[in-house]
């Protein structure tokens, strides 16, 4: 257990510098998702195009894994279609369960820095509410 | 004593770790555990009921338990103890049965912000079953209650008023004498939750003159799953059971039921012998150390933590400034850095603290700040685990990509 | 498995003993105690809030004890057990619970007569509070009831019907399955006392459908201090919490109040972990001896001690005449002796068994009997025991100078 | 704890056949003693004349230690002045307390048959009914 390694660069830099924990004019679609037992909370906001994520932010207050795994998501969507998005979201989710082959991870880019999170059910909630939230808007308004 | 004597004492210790949260849940000596194993092994019986001799010594330890924790709290009677499963039942009874008798449409009960959940919400959901109203006495920002501002909240209609003796986050004694004669002069009832105290100071109700007391075994070296109230034998008189069930009742018929006396009246159902055995134990085991040497040793870690923690940049401490006024309770925010990422950090180290709002969320809000983190002493830490405990503080921002 | 291979794994059992007061308080299996030990050695946090390894550690034992139990009566999920202290706690949550979501003015509570207090007072000091009515559905002198006397008893109002699967005086199984049936054509909830079944026969909580189901460790060889609450997982979900406090709740501000999810919201307060780890224990010694061998050795002592019994003259048993329909479980007079008489004579000789109304007052005047004896007996007993109690059994009229 | 002896022939006896275990025309005080706990419960009846305890009977149920106690009681408080038979009910509660001496016991006559009751805490309350219920009589209406 000791010496767990997932505060690294990669996650301690989306924390800091977010590239799009902003707010955003008009969103096409915003939606709140909370961890009520660790109080992460966050606003996600996209606009979609003709089924592509053409951009999106994110708002809100939560421990730095919560924040940067919402950053990093929204790195890897904008720009991908809806369909991609949710094939990157399954993967994410089967990352956090382990059952994920090594292509797929590959897919995922610097949010795979966050496979560690397996191993720490404490703190799974927070790195997937970004996805559980992209997930619940895609579900509700999209697909 | 030295810190080798203290460790030897409790097995879970020996071990590559730094508990600092025993305000969370104590750990516990060899000798309670022993206790238990003792009752079952030696006195297993369903207590009060048997005529035979195993079943009455069942009774007479879980009795022999009973008298050990009055004298502990120095009740006047054994049969002002109620034995409950913690703080957190101890509270739902009195909050419902005093309700049920003495609150009604119209009347206040007072309860600090800094309250622990457990002393709250019950409160709350009596109030609103008898048409009652809740208030708050809020604190300062050091946690501090002053008999100035309890004066002020009291009225005429306030029935009870409720606090910590010590809150689980600040750590501070509160002046609950005074405060008792206070409310007394307004003919309001006091109920202190000691939860966070009876680990750390000698408590005597007579003299702070507390209408109702509570507390866990479990944050006191016992077994988790028994706990105590204490009430003041008229008021317990007065009030109507809560749990209903075996043990409870003199006479039962379709129509009618003739509840037992006190302290019988509030405990349904059979009680936690085996853990009561424990407890006792548990108190012994206090009392063989003594509060002269279980305050000067945590004081002593408190201020050697302090210290520390004051010369760190970035790092704040919730409450006040003196040592003294914390009881081995040190919460504590980083700037810039999340409680559970802190947490977590720590945890990596097997350094055991806890984030969050830690049961404590009105006071929380109260104080601008939305979760904290805490580290909470008890006589069996020793200068080792505050020096691991400050070199991963130390180190937290810089990891999280600080400065 | 031979007598002396089960007594060994008794401590207590060891000494000039013979303990038939199982139905009361089962004696425990070494593994429990050591399970205790275990839990405070090993896994010793407060469970659920905690990030650092070892309250994870606490977390986990603890919902592996639930999983066991959730297992062992076959729930279909693990949250649908809540943890509390004893099988009294368990029915005052069900009732105040139950009843505050859906019970209001006027509708009925259909309680057998045959019940514990336990099961009895909870539903008629809720049914008061929200203004319904608890009706009897009373059984034969042999302790029988049927499909037909539950048909004729339940109305369109009846929102609940409450029955121990096997009665603690009696020891008959009644057709919970078939009353489910019954009920639930009805639109009526079951709620099924299981503390005196658990110990002695398989239980299927899904094959009988039944709504609640609630039960002690102590009496199935777990520590005293835990107790389990089966419920169905929508109404669970639908019900409101019973204790409020810490862990029980999302969000708390002055004004608000989030409850946490199943099974969180009825856990008020720090749990009982090293109980329930006692618990799981307990199961596990349970599956490893196997109902089929617990059953053939309980039902062959219940022959033997009945056989024998119903040849002493002025000695009636209560209930029926069959030992299958006993599960270990004999209730019974002497003519012109009071019970309480006979328990001592019984004492007097190191036989522990027990006298009175066995918290079911309602019963025994429906049976016209102020008081009984009860011998009950556990699969550790031994032909020894009985023999014991039969040759104290024959003695009594004669020392009470009859005859 | 073995082979205690106290259900001896005295006990027996009295519980088998009472003399004063029936009902009572106009007694002058009558008054119910119960134990909720175990059961015991007993109607007591006296006839007083000037200060003399003349008649006395008892009605009820209750395990042969309450029923044979209050027989022997009325053996020895019949004909007695109502101040002796409180010397005597306050002697016989010493008798279970055991702070009594030799020469008090021997006052107790057959009750004194009791004395091992004092090992049984919970069949004292048996043993003391019948005399709790004599005492308050005399403290209500005599004393
Ligand atoms: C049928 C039945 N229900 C309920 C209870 C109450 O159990 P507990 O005292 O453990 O709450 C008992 C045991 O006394 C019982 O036999
Ligand atoms: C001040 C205070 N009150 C009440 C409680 C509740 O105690 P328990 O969870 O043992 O019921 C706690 C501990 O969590 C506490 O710190």
Redesign the pocket.
Known sequence: MNNRTFYNEILTEHNRYPAHKHSMELPDFSLEGVNPSCGDDIVLNLKVENGIITDGSYEGSGCAISQASADMMLDLVIGKDVKEAQELADIFMRMIKETVTDEELERLEEASSLQDISHMPSRVKCAVLGWRTLNEIIDKNIS | MTDIEVRKLFPLLNQDIAYLDSAATAQKPQCVMDAVAEFYTRYNANPMRGLYELSLSATDSYEQARQKTADFVHAKQSCEIIFTRNATESLNLVASSFCERFVSEGDEILVATSEHHSNFLPWKKYAKLHGAVVRYLDCTQEGLYTAEMLKNALTPKTKIFTIAQISNVFGRVNPIQEFAEICHEMGTMICVDGSQSVPHIAVNVQELDVDFFAFSGHKLYAPMGIGALYGKKNLLEEMPPFLQ??EMIDYVSKEKTIFAELPQKFEA??VSAGDAWGLKSAIEFVESIGFDEIERRELHLTEYAMKQMQEIPHVNIVGDKLPENHHGILTFTIDEVHPHDIAEIFASENVCIRAGHHCAQPLHILLGIPSTVRASLAFYNTDEDIDRFISVLKKIRSQMGYE
Do not use: D, P
């Open positions: 069930g075996g159902g059979t």
